[in-house]
């Protein structure tokens, strides 16, 4: 049987914007939004529940039991990457069941990376609610956007309540995503490495860009403009994954993420994750000097000992390491500064660094910043060549933005 659509009217236009916030007026994300001006788009409807312990209100309470005090019918959930409460760092998550109310969580990041039909006939609606960090290998979108895929010939309606872009929505870095480095959980879609998106938006881009056919709507983030960080939305910071533990490390992540396919360390296992660069035969001093002063941040030397890392890396080690601080964030960008610190890490360190390429290329979203690297001419005209696909790819996401 055909579910009822959802009412168009009750959801701010996609061609539109969200209003801006008045002076003093806090940042509420979309879950609020839902339940104080659209709850008939969730009565009387089985609700399906895509979540973590992101997924909270402007007070820090839980979608979940906000939603079930409002009365609505919750029948099932569903986790992404590091599990329901956000506390997994491992490949493989099972289904589990929610330990107040008995509802069964199947996990999205196990045997299983999109809900099936037998899942789907549990519910008549779908919520999305995860904070993504605006770095393009963050899994939570492609996860997002698998569930959509899903719902279009299950005809489940998909709503996202949305949340802001912690970084900001103003910024696009890094290049595009090349067709040949594609990967299904952190390259679904060929965006740059900083998109300066919502979640949102990204999953109204995915759904015509991608042809998922499904009835993809979005709930916004009342009060949320382009040009404010996290810091400044008044909202509660919760981890979106372990390793992710401040705004601080969500800032370089779009960048810092390339190191991840190499033997260099980001700091997991530690409290400055994607905040440095470290390795044992790491001399700081010298690959810094080599770098040289860039526009937005200070690299300082430093140690870190990682414990019981997730990446296995150099667990207990004092490793000599590559601290990075943000100083101008309208200046800053994370992924030409990581891409010339991985260039004079690899001038430095040739005989000592090892690349995975392949993972390099899927992490970075192109092939061409380990030919530039390993071919030792320089990163500058790689860096350059981004500008134009950056600029069409502005130009081609202005039709999918909800926010001024």
């Known amino acids: ?24 007026e806090l940042v509420s994300p979309g879950i609020d939004v839902l339940l104080r001006d659209s709850m008939h788009l969730v009565r009387n409807r089985r609700v399906g529940l895509l ?17 079930l005090d409002a009365g609505v019918q919750v029948t099932a959930i569903f986790s992404p990457e590091h599990g329901y409460q956000g ?37 008549d609606l779908l919520l999305i609610d995860l904070q993504d960090i605006g770095g393009r290998p963050y899994t939570y979108i492609s996860t997002a956007l698998r569930a959509a895929e899903g719902a279009a010939p299950a005809d489940i309606p998909v709503l996202v309540l949305d949340r802001p872009n912690p970084i900001g929505g103003t910024h696009a870095q890094g290049p595009i995503r090349e067709a040949a480095v594609r990967h299904a959980m952190i390259g679904m879609l060929a965006i740059p490495q900083r998109h300066g998106m919502t979640l949102g938006e990204l999953m109204v881009w995915g759904n015509a860009e991608l042809g998922l056919g499904a009835d993809v709507r979005v709930v916004p983030s009342g009060g949320w403009s382009r040009s404010q960080w996290f810091d400044a939305t008044g909202l509660p910071w919760i981890r979106p994954s372990p390793s992710m533990p401040d705004l601080e490390s969500a800032t370089h992540y779009p960048g810092l993420v390339l190191f991840e396919a190499t033997n ?13 660069v470290a390795a044992p035969w790491l001399s700081a001093a010298e690959v810094r000097a080599r770098v040289g002063l860039l526009r937005g ?69 192109s092939a061409d910043v380990w030919t530039a690297v390993s071919g030792g001419a320089g990163v500058e005209p790689l860096i350059a ?10 130009e081609q996401r202005s039709r999918f933005l909800v926010y001024d």
């Open 51 to 67: 979540t973590n312990q992101t997924g909270v209100d402007a007070n820090g309470v839980s979608d979940l039991a906000r939603l």
């Open 87 to 123: 506390l997994l760092d491992q490949e493989r998550i099972s289904d589990t069941t929610e330990a107040m109310t008995g509802i069964r969580i199947f996990s999205l990041y196990g045997e299983t990376r999109a809900p099936t039909a037998e899942m789907y006939a549990l519910i």
């Open 264 to 276: 260099l360390s980001v700091g997991r296992g530690t409290d400055v994750a994607f905040r440095v």
């Open 297 to 365: 941040v200070d690299i300082a030397d430093t140690a870190i000992t990682p414990v019981d890392p997730p990446d296995g890396k150099y667990d207990g080690h004092i490793l000599e390491a590559l601290r990075f601080r943000v100083t101008d964030r309208a200046q800053y960008d994370p992924v030409a500064t990581a891409v010339m610190v991985f260039d004079a890490v690899h001038a430095v360190h040739g005989d000592s660094l090892t690349v995975n390429e392949r993972r390099l290329g899927q992490l970075i979203g």
């Open 1 to 24: 049987m055909r579910r009822r659509p959802l009412a168009v009217a009750t959801v701010l236009a996609l061609t539109g914007c969200a209003p801006p916030a008045s002076d003093g």
């Open 385 to 394: 060549s981004w500008t134009d696909p950056l600029r069409r790819f502005r």
